[in-house]
């Protein structure tokens, strides 16, 4: 059985006093009326003196109120919440003009903080200092470390985040570490709300949940409770986590390269000796032509011919080569230095270092995609294609408007003078 | 009926109103006493006093949350007691506690919740097994909902453990 289903047992089972049992005491307990009951049986009404003794608690009870009237604030307005987490995680409720109204341990350590401290009715300031400080005497605040954390986020009654004021609290923490010489960060949360439930559920505050969903994603393990995780921890074990991914990715990208590397190696070495098994094979079987080729070209490097002469050796050349095994030793020896090139470019291509790649793969953004930087190429492109298209279509039409804009007027024919006579 | 109209029938001491309210709520109010009492004997004492007071002070509630006002009597009064004790105890007067035959040791659940929690979570816990809602408790105890719904979750988790490693 589970606890809770025991526990609603064991209410049932809490038996309370009976109805007969409060009314009788009831009955003990009613107001005497403002008579006394004579000896003799008789009633007889109370003196004034006996009136004015009844008053008394009455006018006392009057004075007290309107003291404690006085005294109470008169309106507190709706309470605000501040949730600090350092790991000794608290909230702190308080009214409109900054007075601590309670505070509450979300965690033991928070509990251990908290004892022996009077922070209520004090400002917000001196319980945000009063509790720096015994984070400090603790040690849940290193004042050796670099990586001390403090996550705050204030929220009004219904639960939404005030920026304002969570900005203001986080200027109070960044004051304290500021002034007590300790490096540390002060963190507020702003995060997706649909995380809210989830953090609630786990009774931390979003943002520290955040935290932990980042963590966890990234394939981290917690071994507590996520309460009982610190702030500063979370962020260390992410940081951690990150190196840990980073480096792993670089070893596998090496491992990656290594196998890349191998594999261009051997497809090349495989074409390349192929190629030349075939070229070998043709070479060995066309040597004679090869030989009259070359003698071919050796008699045209002499330099000492007529164009008639080499006009007639191109021909021999030409005839020679009537079946085309030469042209396709040629083209296999081309085409050789073809994937020779290729694979020289490929293997170019790995030049970038195992790390900016994994880099590359961190970054959330991640680099301009090729096709992207393709497309703004090709806009660009037909930008100066249409625009030289268009000079060119209509080049001769503007220069004749340019030149009818500015062609000089004809002058005007003078007047004509006064007619004679 | 609604509890806020049992209030003014109340006020003006209608005796089977008030059986009614009382049969609706003693469970309530005990648990709230026992929460902060941690004794039975005492919870159900606080929980007959604080039904004297509603008898006796109905009439200077107004408007809504009969209930929430009933069992704030009920918390003020067991806390009251506690601070007196307290200072009774340090004055070197060392409080009675009548003998009654109640006894909590056969409630394991009940024993465990009131001793091993603090008083806040004891209060959450025992009022929402109770059957009150989680916006309900944390108008009464004057917390966030959220705060209410997951140190319920943890209070249950904790108790749950230490009830298994004290099969063991």
Same mark, same amino acid.
């Given at each position: 059985m589970r606890f809770e289903s025991k526990l609603k047992a064991d209410i049932k089972k809490s038996n309370t006093l009976g109805v007969n049992d409060l009314k009788a005491r009831l009955n003990l307990e009613s107001r005497p009326e403002p008579v006394l009951a004579m000896n003799n049986g008789q009633v007889k009404a109370v003196g004034r003196f006996s009136y004015l003794k009844a008053l008394i608690p009455i006018l006392l009870a009057l004075v007290i109120a309107v003291l404690v009237y006085i005294m109470i604030p008169k309106d507190r307005g709706q309470s605000q919440y501040l949730i600090i987490d350092i790991n000794p995680s608290f909230e702190i409720e308080y009214d409109q003009s900054g007075n601590v109204v309670g505070v509450f341990p979300y965690n033991e350590d928070a509990e251990i903080v908290l004892?022996?401290?009077?922070?209520?009715?004090? /400002?917000l300031d001196s319980a945000v200092s009063q509790i720096f400080d015994k984070c400090v005497n603790l040690g849940?605040?290193? /004042?050796?470390?670099?990586d001390n954390a403090v996550l705050v986020s204030a929220v009004d009654e219904a639960g939404n985040k005030n920026e304002e004021l969570t900005e203001t609290i986080k200027m109070l923490f960044a004051k304290e570490f500021s002034t007590k010489k300790i490096l540390g960060v002060v963190i507020t949360g702003i995060v997706d709300s649909t995380l809210e439930d989830e953090a609630s559920a786990h009774g931390v505050d979003v943002q520290k949940y955040a935290y932990i969903k980042e963590y966890i994603d990234m394939g981290g393990e917690l071994d507590k409770e996520y309460k009982d995780v610190s702030i500063r921890e979370i962020r260390s074990l992410i940081y951690e986590k990150e190196k840990e991914i980073k480096s792993q990715a670089i070893a596998d990208i090496e491992k990656a390269k290594e196998g890349l590397q191998n594999g261009l190696e051997l497809s090349l070495k495989g074409v390349l000796l192929e190629q030349i098994a075939i070229l070998s094979k043709d070479i060995i079987e066309n040597s004679e032509k090869i030989e009259l080729y070359k003698a071919y070209l050796e008699t045209l490097e002499?330099?000492?011919?007529t164009d008639k002469e080499i006009q007639d050796i191109l021909e021999e050349i030409k005839k020679n080569d009537e079946d085309g095994v030469l042209t396709e030793i040629a083209g296999g020896i081309s085409q050789m230095l073809d994937k020779v090139n290729e694979a020289e470019k490929n293997l170019n291509s790995l030049n970038k270092t195992p790390e900016e790649m994994a880099n590359e793969k961190l970054d959330?953004?991640?680099?301009?995609k090729d096709g992207m930087a393709s497309e703004v190429e090709k806009w660009q492109q037909d930008m100066e294609q249409s625009a030289s298209s268009n000079w060119l279509e209509n080049k001769d039409k503007w220069k004749n408007d340019l030149e009818e804009i500015f062609k000089p007027k004809?002058?005007?024919?003078p007047k004509q003078g006064k007619q004679e006579g | 009926m609604g509890l806020d109209a049992l209030a003014p029938k109340i006020a003006s001491h209608d005796e089977k109103s008030f059986e009614a309210l009382y049969q609706k709520l003693n469970k309530l109010v005990y648990l709230v006493c026992l929460s902060v009492l941690k004794d039975e004997a005492l919870a159900m004492d606080l929980c007959q006093e604080t039904f004297v007071t509603v008898w006796q002070r109905s009439h200077e509630f107004r408007g809504k949350g009969y209930k929430s006002w009933i069992l704030t009597i009920a918390k003020n009064k067991s806390l009251n007691y506690l601070k007196k004790s307290q200072r009774d105890v340090l004055d070197g007067q060392e409080i009675e506690i009548e003998d009654t035959?109640?006894?909590?040791?056969?409630?394991v659940a009940l024993k465990m919740a009131i001793e091993h929690l603090s008083t806040i979570d004891s209060q959450i816990v025992l009022l929402r097994i109770s059957g009150m809602k989680a916006r309900e408790v944390a108008t009464f105890l004057g917390l966030p909902r959220g705060t209410v719904s997951w140190r319920y979750k943890e209070a249950i988790r904790h108790l749950e453990k230490m009830m298994k490693e004290e099969r063991k």
């Open positions: 004892s022996n401290m009077e922070i209520k009715d004090c /400002t849940y605040i290193g /004042t050796e470390r670099e002499n330099g000492q011919l959330k953004i991640g680099p301009i004809d002058k005007e024919p | 035959s109640v006894s909590i040791e056969d409630k």
